[in-house]
Each structure stands twice: as structure tokens, then as C-alpha cells.
């Protein structure tokens, strides 16, 4: 079975300019979440969709937006980029989630890598 | 304000010997906790989990210890193999009635050395 994709893999942006980032999930799982890695922060939930809809939702500004289609593929937007956002971003899919915290195994993609310059 | 904490950005061990790694947490509403592994350039991959109804989990040469009233839990990785050398994550979730995805440590990055 195929794991968790993430594209692209590497992405470099300027300030101001909007990003796409898309994340396929495991066969069979329905709801993907999204985590910003920064060396600061560490890993930091931004996102949950399961079903087409955002189910929860992390301490993150609105410029940083999702949605889900309804073979589960997901992506998140970024618009008018700042420096601060470079980070790893990461996708991680599960079957679906166990009440309103998904305590099932999450299983993660590579991440995209974005650089803003 | 930090609810998973890794007082320990990095850990160097002698191969063979234990690593134990710590993570301390503040929200009384978790109660199910994971450790994940991450190599640069992949993504974590889950390595072992406990939920507060246990004070010990153990697979292979892994274990997980989780002291409830102390707000503390460790891994113990006996003996560290050099394949071990990673960044290392502890993640905690809450009952049913909370948690907005898994809340992660800042990660402590160890070494195992020959």
C-alpha cells in the first residue's frame, strides 16, 4: 500500500506571494491533518478534514486555509507569504478519526520543505 | 505556553548502552500519548503509544513509561543501535471531548555513537 504523498517536495517563495501545497492520503484513510515543523516551534497542528470538512483547527492566522476533496486529497494554502512561514509542512493521514481527538495512528508523508525569501 | 515539553533538545549515547528520553506534559486532559521517530527529509513514523489507563508499554527493545501524577512519560530504548540516531517526538491527545489534532513536543534529537 502506497504511503502518504506530499507535493512538491521542496518550494521556494517570495514574500507576499500565495503557496499550494497538496498532500495524498493512504488508500482507504479519510482524514488528513496538516502540521507545521519549524526549528522553534517544533511540530504544530494546523488542520484537520475528514469528510470534506475541517473538523479542527490549530492556533494559525487565516491565512492558512485548506479543504478536501472527496477522494481525500487535500490541500493547504498559504497567501501573502512572510518569512516566518518557511517551515516543513506535513500531511498525515489515519482511517478516520476516533471521536473529536483522533488518537488512531497517524501516519505521515514526507513534507514539502518551503523557503520564504 | 508549551503543554508537551522535551526538556532535551538532544542526547548523546554510547551504542549498546539505554537512551531514555523525557517529555513532560501540563493539560490534565490527555490521556493518550505517542512517541514518533523522524529521520531528515521524512516525515515522523510512529513508533510506540500508551494511554493513561497504563503506566508501562513495551515493544521490542522500546519502552514507554508514563508516571500520571507527575505529568511525565519516557522512552527507554535498550540497547540504542545507531540506527536509532533520529529526532524523536512525544505527541499527547486528549480524552474524547477535546484535542484539535495531536499536540507535539519540540522533539529531542538523538545520537547514538559507536
Known amino acids: 500500500k502506497a504511503g502518504v504523498t506530499q507535493t512538491p517536495r521542496y518550494l521556494i517563495k517570495t514574500r507576499g506571494q500565495q503557496v499550494t501545497l497538496s498532500c495524498s492520503p493512504i488508500?482507504?484513510?479519510?482524514?488528513v491533518s496538516w502540521y507545521q515543523q519549524t526549528p522553534g516551534q517544533g511540530l504544530q497542528f494546523l488542520f484537520e478534514y475528514f469528510s470534506e470538512t475541517q473538523r479542527n483547527k490549530g492556533n494559525f492566522p487565516g491565512r492558512f486555509s485548506g479543504r478536501q476533496f472527496s477522494n481525500s486529497r487535500s490541500e493547504m494554502n498559504v497567501s501573502t507569504l512572510e518569512l516566518g512561514d518557511s517551515a516543513l509542512y506535513l500531511c498525515?493521514?489515519?482511517?478516520?478519526?476516533?471521536?473529536?481527538?483522533?488518537?488512531?495512528?497517524?501516519?505521515f508523508g514526507p513534507g514539502t520543505r518551503l523557503t520564504v525569501l | 505556553d508549551q503543554q508537551v515539553k522535551q526538556n532535551s533538545p538532544s542526547l548523546s549515547v554510547q551504542e549498546g548502552r539505554i537512551s531514555i528520553l523525557n517529555c513532560d506534559y501540563t493539560n490534565s486532559m490527555f490521556d493518550y500519548f505517542l512517541w514518533y521517530k523522524k529521520y531528515p527529509a521524512e516525515g515522523p513514523t510512529f513508533l510506540i503509544s500508551i494511554s493513561s489507563i497504563k503506566d508501562k508499554n513495551e515493544d521490542g527493545r522500546f519502552t514507554v513509561f508514563l508516571n500520571k501524577s507527575a505529568k511525565h512519560l519516557s522512552l527507554h530504548i535498550v540497547p540504542s543501535q545507531p540506527g536509532d540516531s533520529a529526532v524523536y517526538f512525544c505527541a499527547a491527545a486528549p480524552t474524547g471531548g477535546g484535542a484539535d489534532g495531536l499536540t507535539f513536543g519540540k522533539g529531542t534529537h538523538l545520537i547514538i555513537q559507536p
Open positions: 488508500s482507504g484513510h479519510r482524514s
Open positions: 498525515a493521514s489515519v482511517t478516520q478519526p476516533s471521536g473529536r481527538g483522533s488518537t488512531d495512528t497517524q501516519y
